[in-house]
């Protein structure tokens, strides 16, 4: 009688298995325990569904959707602000820790300069925020670090003084407009992008994500140069886990890319050692302070992808970080804000106690 050799294997349209037919198959090496192929089949599928649901599980944590009023949510919200305490309360504290120190700003866009809105092409900067980030600049070093391509976010705040991590800090550019900061006047003089080999990839990926997604209503995919975005906010949350799948569809051809999880987006970017806390760590080199003791930075961030950032002001041992969230998350970052316009408050305190600091007494 004859037995079946069982093969199985994955393939782009899910999992086949190839049965060969032979007369006798050789014999199991010892200790060998055979493994029926239906069960190998469930196997498979079971892994590829926990995959799934791990996804949908960090979209969920992410993407918190609107403040909820219970007594336990109350007391949660209570214990997590007391670790993470607001930044305009402590403002005192802060302004003692930096005295006789350099501040250095780092600034997320969406989030945190701009509300979180729908459409992200439609996340305009208020006028009163981009002229409190003018006075800022003026006054410390301020980037801004961000997800979105350079060229777009340049777009929104249209300040030629500030220095530009876009991409998630793979793509970085200094001032355009002569400050104390860039007394080169030029912007080549700050250039830097270690995912440049990644663009066509990048290129190739957006378009099969924008023709793979096009059946499921509200998405909205961004192609940010370095990486790609998958926005879900306006998809209902019953096809979250089709999206899922789409995406992961396209990627599992792309083993050099990798996928990660923001505020109602699924982002797509090259898998090498930079993020934006290697982006903070790069504009601090290069404004001279990789080494200083006296230098106190100041990261600014809402979203998942900020905690690259917290975290290595936390290593270092310098400056502090701020989220700004209005739930509890688990974070790095030492204060917390609630939205822009406190924000907007804590960077006009700033700039007004810089202008009352006797510069003997501080270097900001």
Known sequence: MTQQNVVVSETKSGINAAITMTQKPPAPPAGYIPIPRRRILKNLEINAGQRINTCIDSMRASSPTHVKSTPSFAEEYNSWILRHPSALDMFEQIKDASKGKQIVMFLDYDGTLSPIVDDPDRAFMSESMRKTVRKLARCFPTAIVTGRCIDKVYNFIR??????????????????????????????????????????????????????????????????????????????????????????????????????????VLEIRPSIKWDKGKALEFLLETLGFANCNDVFPVYIGDDKTDEDAFKKLSDRGQGFGILVSKFPKETTASYSLQEPNEVMEFLQRLVVWKKVTPRSRSRV
């Open 159 to 264: 300040l030629a003084e500030l220095y530009y991590a876009g991409s998630h800090g793979m793509d970085i550019k200094g001032p355009t407009k002569e400050s104390k900061y860039n007394k080169n006047n030029k912007a080549e003089a700050l250039l830097f992008q270690p995912a440049r080999e990644f663009v066509p990839m990048i290129n190739e990926v957006y378009q099969k994500l924008v023709e793979k997604t096009k059946s499921t209503p509200g998405v909205i995919v961004e192609n940010h140069k370095f990486c790609a975005s998958v926005h879900f906010r306006c998809v209902d949350e019953k096809r979250w886990i089709e999206l899922a799948q789409q995406v992961k569809s396209v990627l599992k051809e792309y083993p050099k890319l990798h996928l990660t999880h923001g505020r109602k």
